[in-house]
């Protein structure tokens, strides 16, 4: 068994790991791809094969995690290359997007499996679920039993797990953007500690919180796209949501992705108030 996992990012190096530890032979490309994500790829035991070509003719399956504006594009390159094995894709994206990329695939004569991971990048004293839909699901699964990525297959035609992921972090990363917003506005308006102060009096924990989306702020960038496909669910469901608005908030804190220090939470309200140029 061989995988090809064509991004390692944080998240990616860290599932990658999991299969190596399984004994399962990981392969990734490293063309035109930077010096952090070689390291990553290297700490994690993947082997590089250098060239996508060269990737997918060793994989019998293909474990797609990236950004959700890569998604789409990841699909086509391994479509065009005539892939057919087992292609996963494990992004979070919506559930119409999730169905998109697996005729894209399986129109190339590929196995689809729709897939999504709750939590942080597994850790040996972390775990995080991937959950799993599909024809496929239980041959995929199979592969990270036992190791620090719990696999979860789901009842359910392609686009459930996506569809679980989309609402979780609905509620989740909505959760930390509202409250984010929320402390930006009481600071103009001078009412913060007061704020604070009601909150910890009626809603223990809350303004605990509200911190977080400083905490978080380097992340930021990877969460506007995923804001996006929260907001085209909801949408497709016919149903109201502030989704845009909470991409529009994570957008304006992009530029921390490569900040070595986290911000204070008094320097993330007044960038948020500051509109992007």
């Not at 032979?25 to 063309?31: M, Q």
């Not at 250098?50 to 990841?74: D, K, M, N, Q, Y």
């Not at 500690?193 to 009601?198: G, H, I, M, Q």
Request: aromatic content about 6%.
């Amino acid at each position: 068994m061989t995988i090809a996992l064509l991004h390692p990012g944080e998240m990616g190096a860290a599932v990658g790991a999991c299969l190596v530890s399984r004994g399962i032979h990981v392969v990734w490309a490293s063309e035109n791809r930077g010096a952090a994500s070689r390291k990553r790829a290297e700490d994690a035991g993947l082997e590089d094969l250098e060239t996508l070509h060269r990737a997918l003719a060793e994989s019998t399956a293909v474990l797609s995690i990236c950004i959700p504006s890569g998604a789409f594009g990841l699909a086509r390159q391994v479509a065009a290359k005539g892939f057919r094995g087992t292609y996963i894709d494990a992004n979070a994206i919506s559930p119409a997007h999730s169905r998109e990329i697996g005729l894209t695939v399986e129109n190339a004569g590929a196995t689809f499996v729709d897939g999504s991971i709750i939590g942080l990048p597994p850790t040996p004293t972390r775990p995080a679920r991937l959950y799993l839909c599909g024809t496929g699901a239980p041959a995929v699964a199979a592969f990270f039993e036992g190791s620090q990525t719990q696999p979860i297959v789901m009842d359910g035609a392609i686009g459930a797990a996506s569809a679980l992921k989309v609402c979780y972090a609905a509620w989740s990363k909505g959760e930390t953007a509202l409250l984010g917003i929320i402390r930006s506005l009481a600071r103009h308006e001078g009412v913060d500690e007061t704020l604070l102060k009601e909150w910890n009096r009626s809603q223990p924990g809350v303004a605990q919180k509200s911190e977080q989306i400083a905490a978080r702020a380097w992340k930021a960038w990877r969460w506007v796209g995923e804001m996006e496909e929260i907001a085209a669910s909801f949408d497709a469901a016919n149903l109201p949501s502030g989704f845009l608005a909470n991409a529009e908030i994570y957008r304006r804190l992009a530029d921390y992705k490569d900040s070595a220090e986290r911000p204070s939470s008094e320097e993330v309200s007044a960038r948020l108030r500051q509109k992007l140029k």
